[in-house]
């Protein structure tokens, strides 16, 4: 059986391995070139050396990664907090509860420039009392951003959450009912240990998604007060279409970005693995 499926192996992988180097594996090798050159077109790039990623390391990148890290931080402990809170109060067994998850869920379905644009409405009408608006201080923006991910992303961690919160044999809780074990030492030493795999999930989900985040910035601050509240993808896509020439020196940020978000994506996925290990 294994040696007439192993025939015809090449037959299923061939269309997707086609589909990876044409959409993935070949613009990324063209883009770290094109990182290394002078370019407006693609047929017209003349490669210069680390020009572009000398001017790369501005002023406006430096602040925009740190801007990023600091709200990546931020939006991991306060999206995956608030979705485990959720999710163990959505598993106690009450009426009503697959009403409330697809509730929480339904905001994760609406587009990032869309979603924008209603917060934008919703925090321009609360700070307009206050003679100002989000575009007034790079903290509003933040803060702004900050509770449009966390309304976006809560109710899909969620849902992760409540699945590996079912997963919980009940034997054990009930096991540690019996010990005498308090709620702080049964979420301590049953509950968490044994939702490691969903935590491991959400964080790479979180981060990854945060880190990247693009739609949502462009509609809500449009990187206003001059690109101070501006994330790296936003940074990036400025500098690319900023004017003619800076092409290469966005490609050279673009690159960047690409090997600072893998670094981080795969340092996570080694800690948080290892602590499933732990356990």
């Known amino acids: 059986m294994y040696k007439r499926f192993s025939r015809y192996f090449p037959i299923f992988v061939l269309p997707i391995l086609a589909a990876f180097i044409i959409s993935f594996a070949v613009p990324f090798v063209m883009g770290i070139y094109l990182s290394f050159c002078d370019?407006?077109?693609?047929?017209?790039?003349?490669?210069?050396?680390?020009?572009?990623y000398k001017e790369a390391f501005g002023e406006s990148f430096t602040h925009s990664l740190w801007y990023t890290a600091l709200f990546s931080l931020a939006s991991v402990i306060t999206v995956n907090l608030a979705a485990f809170f959720l999710a163990r109060l959505l598993t106690r067994g009450f009426k009503g509860t697959n009403f409330f998850r697809t509730v929480f869920f339904m905001p994760n379905l609406i587009g990032g420039i869309v979603l924008g644009?209603?917060?934008?409405?919703?925090?321009?009408?609360i700070l307009r009392y206050y003679g100002v608006d989000i575009t007034f201080y790079e903290a509003y923006g933040f803060l702004g951003l900050l509770v449009l991910t966390n309304w976006q992303l809560i109710g899909y961690m969620m849902i992760i959450y409540v699945a590996g919160l079912q997963n919980i044999p009940g034997e054990l809780r009930e096991a540690a009912a019996i010990d005498g074990a308090t709620a702080s030492m049964e979420l301590k030493h049953i509950t968490l240990p044994l939702v490691m795999?969903?935590?491991?999930?959400?964080?790479?989900?979180?981060?990854?998604?945060?880190?990247?985040?693009?739609?949502?910035?462009?509609?809500?601050?449009?990187?206003?007060?001059?690109?101070?509240?501006?994330?790296?993808?936003?940074?990036?896509?400025?500098?690319?279409?900023?004017?003619?020439?800076?092409?290469?020196?966005?490609?050279a940020k673009a690159v960047i970005f690409t090997l600072i978000l893998g670094a981080i994506a795969l340092l996570q996925l080694y800690l948080t693995k290892r602590r499933e290990r732990d356990v």
């Open 39 to 52: 370019f407006t077109t693609v047929s017209d790039a003349r490669f210069i050396g680390l020009e572009n």
């Open 117 to 125: 644009y209603i917060w934008q409405i919703i925090i321009n009408g």
């Open 197 to 251: 795999p969903s935590i491991t999930v959400c964080t790479f989900l979180t981060l990854t998604n945060t880190f990247k985040l693009f739609d949502q910035n462009l509609a809500l601050t449009a990187g206003a007060p001059n690109r101070r509240s501006a994330m790296l993808a936003l940074d990036i896509y400025n500098t690319f279409y900023g004017g003619v020439g800076s092409e290469g020196v966005g490609q």
